[in-house]
């Protein structure tokens, strides 16, 4: 597990840059295919498509506060799964991680 780690560690710590740097992280675990990177690049992409889908709803509601409490689960979220790419450890983002990984299996 933590040599497997160590190889996909890069692409993980890339997903986590931005949703462009989630893109590039796909193209960077194509080959070789990496079971730890793929992980956290699932993680990633659910957490920032799930974050930009209600940034959306949220334009359209009148719900005072609602930004600031959006912002910072978001980013306690992806400050939680960071620190597990830099642990070198598997950490399901909580509640919504395991959805994230049967939902994106087109992410290989």
Same mark, same amino acid.
């Given at each position: ?43 990633? $992409? #659910? +957490? ?6 209600? =940034? ?6 009148? /719900? %005072?506060?609602?930004? &600031? ?5 978001? $980013? #306690? +979220? ?6 597990? =790419?830099?642990?070198n450890?598997?950490?399901? /983002? %909580?509640?919504?991680? &395991? ?5 994106f299996?087109?992410?290989?």
């Open positions: 597990m933590e040599e497997e780690a160590s190889k996909g560690k890069t692409a993980a710590l890339v997903a986590h840059f931005t949703l462009v740097g989630c893109l590039i992280a796909i193209t960077m675990n194509l080959e070789p295919k990496n079971d730890f990177a793929r992980f956290y690049i699932r993680q990633t $992409f #659910g +957490l920032y498509i799930t974050f930009h889908t209600l =940034v959306i709803f949220l334009n359209y509601t009148a /719900i %005072p506060f609602a930004w &600031e409490v959006l912002f910072i689960i978001y $980013f #306690g +979220l992806w400050v939680f799964s960071f620190a597990g =790419v830099l642990k450890k598997k950490s399901q /983002i %909580p509640i919504v991680g &395991e959805y994230f990984q049967k939902w299996t087109f992410i290989q």
